[in-house]
């Protein structure tokens, strides 16, 4: 049954609305924001109806400026979880992002605390609470990210006292890693069976899905004798990939607009005779910010040659700017930026230009698409979707995509890119030289291939394959699931 056509509700839970709530004169406005979970369910929307609760980014206590928050986010079909601002930011910032994100992206030296961690439960029952009360039985409950792993747990032990059956699913966004890696979490045991309490879970890759079903097995003794599928506390688990993408004609479309086109021939004109390479990045260590700059330097090193005729235009979009860690990364990057410039710089110009803000999407779709090379690090990443958007932008040029092994996107587009090491300063300059000099043909080859499976995997079909699954374990609770 396609997801469209399905008579159940459905609630999408993240720990953020993909909105932003602001006071203006008194009275609250939301607007949609961005990020890389944005752009995934954006796409679905075109299909598929449903409600959105998350926290709206900001603390209301007074009763009357709640229901104004709820009014001003009524039009987008979103509902607010309220959260007060220290437990928001102890879980947000405290557990979520400074002791979670780091261990799903293999990063050590993360150092467990109690307080968060008691802040991070407590969120995710105020949202079992909040999703309880709006859920009818049979209603779909598609649940997102890391910042809510508890939350399927919580959410079934309050849906069956009430009498409601729903089926939970849960899509993780950050790779799950290897068991070794996640023994590192002390209370890794509450969240993974805090996940296995849905009946659907998804992730991004086939590799993060058997590092999960290998942890469930060594550390719950969870019996898998069926692929794909969790025994456990007697009830059966569906695991899956979903290969998450983006909306490609929501780009090609902005590119046909004469604004855009504008923009285009502006910058065409400004980087002639310079081969452009683009690097769009949330400022977080994952992406491998540090590791690109350096490797940009030694292919400068490298390439005498390519002095004043190579330029890197770098976005860098600012994150989690109250985490101390990600405020000193920044002052590395802008350091690192300096010390470039000061090094490879002529009177006429500098190679690298440092952004250290958001853009218009306009401007994005602009840059993505005059640029001959997009160049990503990451160290870890989840999937990567300005991957993506870089292929959708490039029906004219074929640009290369230059692309760390790293990212879950290299599972599926190696074929179509030029694959490193972003650890490797040598091999990522050897990837970067050899994307400016290929062919055409061989472009063209590339190119094919990764528009293929852009326009194949969009962001539509990643939610509606998940929302009939999950339909689908619905219907058949009690029976195996078939991938
Ligand atoms: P992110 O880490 O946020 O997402 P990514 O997948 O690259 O990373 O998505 C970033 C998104 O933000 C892109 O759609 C991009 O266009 C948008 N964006 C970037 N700069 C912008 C700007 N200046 N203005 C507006 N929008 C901007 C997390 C995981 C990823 C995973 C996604 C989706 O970390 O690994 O791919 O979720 O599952």
Same mark, same amino acid.
């Given at each position: ?16 609305l ?5 006071r /203006? ?102 949202? #079992?609470?909040?999703?309880?009360? #709006? ?41 799950f890693?290897?068991?070794d ?44 004798e ?10 059966l ?18 590119l ?54 190579? /330029? ?58 005059? #640029?001959?090379?997009c ?10 979707l ?5 292929? #959708? ?37 050897e ?53």
């Open positions: 049954m396609p997801a469209g056509d399905t008579k159940r509700n459905l609630i999408i839970v993240s720990n953020r993909p909105l932003s709530v602001k /203006v004169d008194g009275s609250f406005q939301s607007s949609i924001s961005s990020g890389g979970l944005v752009t995934a369910l954006s796409g679905l929307t075109k299909s598929t109806q449903f409600r959105w609760f998350g926290w709206p980014g900001l603390e209301v206590k007074d009763n009357e400026d709640r229901k104004d928050v709820c009014q001003s986010l009524e039009e987008h079909n979103a509902s607010p979880v309220f959260l007060d601002s220290d437990l928001a930011h102890e879980h947000y910032n405290g557990f979520s992002n400074r002791i979670l994100w780091p261990i799903l992206h293999y990063q050590s030296g993360v150092t467990f605390d109690d307080g968060p961690w008691q802040a991070y439960k407590r969120v995710n029952e105020l949202f #079992a609470d909040e999703i309880c009360q #709006a859920a009818e039985n049979g209603t779909l409950i598609w649940i997102h990210d890391y910042h809510l792993m508890l939350l399927p747990e919580l959410l079934r032990a309050r849906l069956q006292k009430q009498g409601k059956s729903c089926a939970i699913g849960f899509s993780l966004h950050t790779p890693p290897a068991g890696f996640w023994r590192n979490l002390p209370v890794r045991k509450h969240l993974i069976d805090g996940l296995l309490a849905s009946d659907l879970l998804g992730f991004h890759t086939d590799e993060y899905k058997q590092n999960f079903i290998d942890t469930c097995a060594s550390l719950l003794g969870a019996r898998t069926i692929p794909n599928q969790i025994q456990y506390k007697n009830r688990v569906c695991i899956d990939q979903f290969i998450v993408g983006i909306d490609p004609l929501k780009f090609t479309d902005t046909q607009n004469p604004d855009v086109k504008d923009r285009i021939q502006t910058l065409e004109e400004r980087y002639k005779g310079v081969r452009v390479i683009v690097g769009v990045d949330r400022l977080d260590h994952i992406k491998g910010l540090t590791q690109k700059l350096k490797g940009f330097d030694a292919f400068l090193d490298d390439h005498p040659e390519l002095r004043n005729k190579v /330029v890197l235009i770098q976005v860098a979009v600012p994150s989690r700017e109250d985490v101390k860690e990600y405020q000193e990364l920044e002052t590395e990057l802008s350091t690192l930026a300096g010390k470039i410039n000061g090094k490879h710089a002529t009177p006429e110009g500098t190679p690298l230009l440092y952004m250290h803000r958001s853009v218009p999407f306009t401007e994005l779709a602009a840059l993505y698409s005059i #640029a001959d090379a160049l990503l690090t990451s160290t870890r990443d989840g999937m990567n300005v991957s993506f958007e870089y292929v #959708a932008c490039q029906e004219k040029r074929h640009g290369v995509l230059v692309l760390s092994e790293f990212a879950g996107a290299a599972s599926f587009m190696r074929e179509g890119s030029i694959c490193f090491h972003p650890a490797n300063k040598t091999e990522m300059s990837a970067l030289y050899a994307a400016l000099h290929l062919d055409k043909d061989e472009r063209r080859r590339k190119y094919e291939y990764l528009r293929d499976f852009v326009h194949k995997h969009t962001s539509a079909r990643w939610g509606q394959t998940f929302i009939e699954k999950l339909n689908s374990r619905a219907c058949n609770s009690t029976r195996p699931c078939c991938s």
